[in-house]
């Protein structure tokens, strides 16, 4: 993949300002690896650590045996872990005004949902487990910079 391209969805304000953030609210949405540089390994991992230490980015799992695991913002609440598997959860960077990242900030799932009315919104295939398969071929470095931050 080109690491130049990364996909950028549209806002829809009115519809998610009417909705108030119910996604947001109910579970933080997952960031793949382009969302820190990859495939620009040393990208990543900088960028990585760097996440991690400001406690707002935490590390989850879908299956730890099979070593699938994700990044995503944390859950209120709950910041300041590495890794942290809450099911539910509203999202860190939620504000009463919306979320406090730019959009090209935020995790691509977040970035790829097409808001609908009726709350219809489209995830576009992002789940937890297909983005956590994204994160599989860099599992070496995702558990490098969580170990390096929780030793600093
Ligand atoms: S994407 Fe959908 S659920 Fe999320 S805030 Fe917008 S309308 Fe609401
Ligand atoms: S990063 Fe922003 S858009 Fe994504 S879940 Fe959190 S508050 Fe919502």
New binding site residues.
């Given amino acids: 993949m080109n690491s130049n391209i990364k996909p950028i969805g549209v806002e ?1 304000l009115a ?2 300002k009417s ?6 609210k109910t579970y933080p949405g997952p960031a793949t690896p382009e969302d820190f540089g990859a495939p620009d390994i040393e990208k990543l991992r900088t960028n990585l650590i760097e996440a991690l230490s400001t406690g707002m980015w935490t590390i989850d799992w879908i299956n730890q045996d099979e070593g699938l695991y994700f990044v995503r913002p944390a859950v209120k609440g709950f910041e300041g872990s590495v890794f942290d598997h809450n099911y539910l959860g509203e999202c860190t960077f939620l504000t009463p005004h919306g979320c406090e990242l730019e959009f090209e900030k935020r995790p691509e799932s977040c970035r790829m ?1 097409v ?2 009315v009726d ?1 219809r ?1 489209d995830p576009q295939g992002y789940t937890r487990q297909t983005v956590a398969r994204r994160w599989k071929e860099y599992y070496d470095i995702l558990m490098d910079a969580a170990i390096e931050v929780e030793e600093n």
């Fill in positions: 829809n519809i998610c909705c108030g953030g119910k996604c947001c949902l808001p609908k709350e919104c």
